[in-house]
């Protein structure tokens, strides 16, 4: 099974960015469809952007523009590069991983099978 860990969650005041990291357990990586999403308070879990295994990507329309999903296959590390963040950015990030299929966007949650523990973001207003 594949081990996620994100990091580079934080507090950060409106307008600010932040890059969130997502490290996997295995070299087979590059082969992965990766993907994040974000739980704010009492809301259900969002889809933000994913990846595919040949770095398309596809955002969410409430962060296109402001938000960039990023892989390195060297290091097994997908990052989420965000900008110009607002208060409704607060959440939990978590990271994740489509690790039966073919390697092709990916945008439900349900089609994901390994997921990260999450990192909090915060963004002051």
């Known amino acids: 099974q594949v081990h996620l860990v994100e990091s580079g969650g934080g507090l950060v005041q409106t307008g600010g960015s932040l890059r969130l990291s997502c490290a996997a357990s295995?070299?087979?990586?590059?082969?992965?469809?990766m993907g994040w999403f974000r739980q704010a308070p009492r809301k259900e879990r969002d889809f933000v952007a994913a990846i595919s295994r040949y770095s398309s990507t596809y955002y969410a329309d409430s962060v296109k523009g402001r938000f960039t999903i990023s892989r390195d296959n060297a290091k097994n590390t997908m990052y989420l590069q965000m900008n110009s963040l607002k208060p409704e950015d607060t959440a939990v990030y978590y990271c994740?991983?489509?690790?039966?299929?073919?390697?092709?966007?990916?945008?439900?949650?349900?089609?994901?099978?390994?997921w990260g523990q999450g990192t909090q973001v915060t963004v002051s207003s």
């Open positions: 295995e070299r087979t990586f590059s082969q992965y469809a």
């Open positions: 994740a991983a489509d690790i039966t299929g073919c390697g092709n966007l990916r945008t439900l949650q349900k089609e994901y099978d390994a």
